[in-house]
């Protein structure tokens, strides 16, 4: 009888983990899980559910965490540990981890790198949008020294025609000041100062 029921659960825990196993290729893995779950209830020691489980594990790597392929391997190593006959499969199994491995690695990789483009081209842009602000405020001052001579130019130029040719001097020696080639200041200038001199 004790035979038979060593028997029993022989049999229920291989055929839970077999059946698991199909599962796995079939990448049905919620019910493979049911039946890795339950084959190691009925054996903790049973190794060929630990090589099962490390299968279902790699085969949702890329939906979950890289966290995944530390666990599958462990659980490799333990099924090896408990059943050197699965030597064979457990390191054809090592190698899937590796290529894996590999494959995350690079995918980590390009995304790095795809992150520092983005800063890169995140950088070049902020000093594009910098650059173009600093033309923007120097053509605005430009325009305001632009439009401060010509006021000076306008305000020294009445001043001539009303005689008044020390306002006219002032006035005229600043426009020349901010814009040395505005050839109009510089000839009112030179016109107050000689009509100044001559009054003398």
């Known amino acids: 009888m004790a035979h038979q029921q060593r028997s029993g659960i022989r049999d229920t825990k291989w055929c839970r983990a077999h059946r698991a196993d199909f599962y796995v290729n079939q990448r049905d893995l919620a019910r493979a899980t049911d039946d890795i779950n339950a084959a190691l209830t009925i054996d903790p020691s ?3 559910a630990y090589l099962v489980r490390a299968r279902a594990k790699l085969a949702t790597v890329r939906k979950a965490s890289p966290g995944a392929l530390g666990e599958a391997k462990a659980d490799l190593q333990k099924a090896v540990s408990l059943d050197a006959t699965l030597r064979w499969e457990v390191e054809q199994e090592l190698d899937r981890v590796g290529v894996l491995e590999a494959d995350l690695r690079r995918d980590a990789e390009r995304e790095d790198e795809a992150k520092r483009e983005a800063e890169r081209e995140g950088e070049a ?66 016109a107050a100062e000689e009509k100044k001199r001559a009054m003398k």
């Open 46 to 48: 049973y190794g060929f």
């Open 125 to 190: 842009k902020r000093e594009a949008e910098k650059a173009e602000k600093a033309e923007r405020d120097a053509e605005a001052m430009r325009e305001a020294a632009a439009a401060k001579v010509q006021s000076l130019v306008e305000a020294g130029r009445r001043a001539f025609d009303d005689g008044r040719y020390d306002a006219a001097i002032q006035d005229l020696r600043e426009a020349v000041r901010l814009d040395p080639q505005h050839h109009l200041a510089e000839s009112y200038l030179r």
